[in-house]
């Protein structure tokens, strides 16, 4: 039986989270603690949507001790340890888009997604998502853009009922001038090198 390729976000996620492991040891410890409490880990059904949601808040949301996410750290970091290619997925991670979208259409494994805020529709192409969401249904997720174009969900999807989903829709257009943007910190690497 033939091993399936591992798709390259996959790949760039597993060097990210083992150079900041290494870097930073006791953060992810941290993060774990912090994240235990939070909805979304009381909300996990098992122990894969748990590990899923840890991923996603320790590698796109929680600030390390520099001020910066780890992926934001990474795509800081001066030296060649991660190549142009990493580098792309890498910017595509930290550019990433966490909303409530309405689900437009689903068909097989592609789902086109219009986000709730903005507008902007997104193509999602799944590999092993479950074949759970309805037209008119809305989700809370993370959107990650692939190289070649599309998007995928990256951490735990949420779903909403049409009605609950409008309702969410209407509070955030109505707070949406409350909502900061995300800020970027600047980040000065000093690297020093042992003789």
């Known amino acids: 039986m033939e091993k399936a390729k591992k798709q390259e976000e996959v790949i760039v996620i ?9 870097t930073f040891p006791k953060d992810l ?3 774990a603690k912090e994240f235990k409490k939070s909805v979304e880990a009381q909300a996990a059904n ?5 590990t899923r949601g840890l991923m996603s808040y320790f590698l796109l949301e929680r600030k390390i001790n520099l001020g910066l996410t780890p992926m934001e750290l990474a795509q800081s970091f001066p030296l060649d340890f991660f ?15 966490t909303s409530i979208f309405d689900v437009k259409r689903k068909n097989g494994k592609e789902i086109l997604l219009e986000d709730a805020v903005s507008g902007r529709r997104y ?10 969401l309805e037209n008119g249904e809305f989700v809370k997720a993370i959107l990650v853009k692939k190289l070649e174009g599309d998007y995928f ?3 735990n999807v949420l779903t ?3 009605a609950e989903g409008l309702k969410m829709k209407e509070y955030l257009l109505k707070n949406i001038g409350k909502i900061k943007k995300r800020q970027k910190p600047e980040i000065e690497w000093k690297i020093e090198y042992k003789k």
Do not use: M, S, W
């Open 46 to 50: 098992d122990e894969r949507d748990y």
């Open 83 to 97: 190549t142009k290619q990493d580098r792309k997925i890498i910017n595509n991670f930290v550019d990433h888009t």
């Open 123 to 132: 193509l999602v192409k799944t590999i092993d998502f479950p074949d759970v």
């Open 160 to 162: 909403y009922a049409r």
């Open 14 to 22: 597993e060097k990210v989270f083992d150079f900041i492991t290494h």
């Open 153 to 155: 969900f990256y951490g």
């Open 29 to 31: 410890k941290k993060a």
